[in-house]
């Protein structure tokens, strides 16, 4: 079956750094995608990954190692507004996204 | 831009009844999706269109139902509605990965269902 693992809930300071890992299993896989979502509010897209390897964009990298089934998003200098729920989607061979439940990452002054 | 736009953005609904939640977009994307979201749970797949005129069932399709008439709108309805169908419902839509996009998608604002 296909399945996604990533932690409930991590707490981080602000200013620092965190890592959210994300394990997968598809039935094929075509890309992995990292979307950010604060409370109340729709998914919006941070990263995508279909490469080995480590994508950097601004604050945020991701890491994909496909061989592995893993895949982290690296969060760094932590500002308050980055608490938010962070979702690893991988896509299948239909195309087709696969939702973890989500991060929960609550940043503390 | 509009992007895309959902309504209404909350509704009560008592049980029995039916409900249409709209959908459009102004991107001229090919595919469209029908999420809903519960807490503790990842978004989950009701149904979907690749293009205008087919549709396909997601991973939660029973109690819903979807139509795609044209490229922009892609309405879905609750027949008739039960408690379980208590949740945020996003509508989403993507350039069509097959045609070598990396197929992000753009959510909706969602909309938040309630039934009683």
Known sequence: GQNIDQPTEMTATEGAIVQINCTYQTSGFNGLFWYQQHAGEAPTFLSYNVLDGLEEKGRFSSFLSRSKG?????????QMKDSASYLCAPMDSNYQLIWGAGTKLIIKP | ?????????????????SMTLRCTQDMRH??????RQDLGLGLR????????????KGEVP???????????????????????????????SSDTAERGDNGELFF??????TVL
């Open chain 1, 70 to 78: 893993y895949s982290y998003l690296l969060l760094k200098e932590l």
């Open chain 2, 62 to 92: 029973d109690g819903y139902s979807v139509s795609r008439a044209n490229t922009d709108d892609f309405p879905l309805t609750l027949a008739s509605a039960v408690p379980s169908q208590t949740s945020v419902y996003f509508c989403a």
């Open chain 2, 1 to 17: 831009t509009a992007g895309i736009t959902q309504a209404p953005t909350s509704q009560i609904l008592a049980a029995g009844r």
């Open chain 2, 108 to 113: 909706g604002e969602g909309s938040r269902l």
């Open chain 2, 45 to 56: 797949l009701i149904h979907y269109s690749n293009t205008a005129g087919t549709t396909g």
């Open chain 2, 30 to 35: 090919n595919a469209m999706y029908w999420y």
